[in-house]
Nanobody, 126 residues
Framework: QEQLVESGGGLVQPGGSLRLSCLAS????????VGWFRQAPGKEREPVSC????????VYSDSVKGRFTITRDNARKTVYLQMNSVNPEDTYVYYC???????????????????WGQGTQVTVSS
């Protein structure tokens, strides 16, 4: 089955860290840029970060720049989002999805809508 599966979400205290993983199965992730998006109930999904294939260029939203780091391990078919110095405003469901490389190179995380994960909840609370 071709899919993306997120893991690593949970409850974390303000100022803490969390690492999300996005595992691809059934298709070759090497061909795609990959992005992380987040959504709160009743709100639009927003881009967080994305990474291209090849040179692994990255893009970050202003709200997470300097705190979150996106990386990819093609051998493991996995993209990671390291979240540091989290705060309650980072409480969302986080999704990974394939994105256009050309978007990453132009500074945007535009989903291809080929693959989306099911989401993982991140809650930042004391």
């Amino acid at each position: 089955q071709e899919q993306l599966v997120e893991s690593g979400g949970g409850l974390v205290q303000p100022g803490g860290s969390l690492r999300l993983s996005c595992l691809a199965s059934g298709f070759n992730l090497d061909y795609y840029g990959v992005g992380w998006f987040r959504q709160a109930p009743g709100k639009e999904r927003e881009p967080v970060s994305c990474i291209s294939t090849g040179d692994q260029s990255t893009v970050y939203s202003d709200s997470v720049k300097g705190r979150f780091t996106i990386t990819r391990d093609n051998a493991r078919k996995t993209v990671y989002l390291q979240m540091n110095s989290v705060n309650p405003e980072d409480t969302y469901v986080y999704y990974c999805a394939t994105v256009f490389n050309i978007g990453v190179y132009s500074g945007t995380c535009k989903p291809t809508n080929d693959y989306w994960g099911q989401g993982t909840q991140v809650t930042v609370s004391s």
